[in-house]
């Protein structure tokens, strides 16, 4: 079970919009930044939003992030098939005293 | 564009200890601004980070590994390591270094993970 609680999957159309939730607490998206990162099938997690809403160079801006209270959104617009792949959020856990991540949400582009 | 690389022994025994290198290029391993972590994958399952450590040689650990786990740095090399010890087969995993930004609380670069196999 993990401590940030994410759906197991979502869908969508190409070119459609879709959301990503991640649930957590006090201790940890409610007061600290969170992360959003990208699997591809076979290969290692890339980060697309740090910082709560902040994407790294090169991330395109249909990649979207907002936190309010002690839940999390990542956000994709005009979707791609290559946006299949595994979506995780993660942040500091200040009372673990651990970084924490979902359990992750499979994305599929119908 | 900076790099990382993971290697390990693929294969080990249970009840032995594990030990990952992670290789930073180009660059320096020594700044304030980062540190220097380990997360690992079960096979079909999500990410669990295993700790961090900074260029100081302060260590942050999973408090569900950090009886287990030892993180180091090796600035001349430019390489960081992990040893876990007392393996069974619930860390066969793959095994991946990155780097955490100190001031943006997240795992900017990433290896490309290294599979270990823990089974006699």
């Known amino acids: 079970q993990s401590v940030l609680t994410q759906p197991p999957s979502v869908s969508a159309a190409p070119g459609q919009k879709v959301t990503i939730s991640c649930s957590g607490s006090?201790?940890?998206?409610?007061?600290?930044?969170v992360s959003w990162y990208q699997q591809l099938p076979g290969t290692a997690p890339k980060l697309l939003i740090s910082?709560?809403?902040k994407r790294p160079s090169g991330i395109p801006d249909r990649f979207s992030g907002s936190q309010s209270g002690t839940s999390a959104t990542l956000g994709i617009t005009g979707l791609q098939t290559g946006d299949e792949a595994d979506y995780y959020c993660?942040?500091?856990?200040?009372?673990?005293?651990?970084?924490?991540f979902g359990g992750g949400t499979k994305l599929t582009v119908l | 564009q900076v790099h990382l690389q993971e290697s390990g022994p693929g294969l080990v025994k249970p009840s032995q200890t594990l030990s990952v290198t992670c290789t930073v290029s180009p660059g320096s391993i020594s700044s304030a601004d980062y540190y220097w972590g380990w997360i690992r994958q079960h096979p079909g399952k999500g990410l669990e980070w295993i700790g961090y450590i900074y260029y100081s040689g302060n260590t942050y650990y999973n408090p569900s590994l950090k009886s287990r786990v030892t993180i180091s740095l090796d600035t001349s090399k430019k390489q960081f390591s992990v040893r876990l010890s007392s393996l069974t087969d619930a860390d066969t995993a793959v095994y991946y270094c990155?780097?955490?930004?100190?001031?943006?609380?997240?795992?900017?670069?990433w290896g490309q993970g290294t599979m270990v196999t823990v089974s006699s």
């Open positions: 910082e709560n809403n």
């Open positions: 006090s201790s940890n998206i409610g007061n600290n930044y």
């Open positions: 993660g942040t500091w856990d200040s009372g673990l005293s651990a970084v924490v």
């Open positions: 990155a780097r955490y930004l100190n001031l943006g609380d997240a795992f900017d670069i």
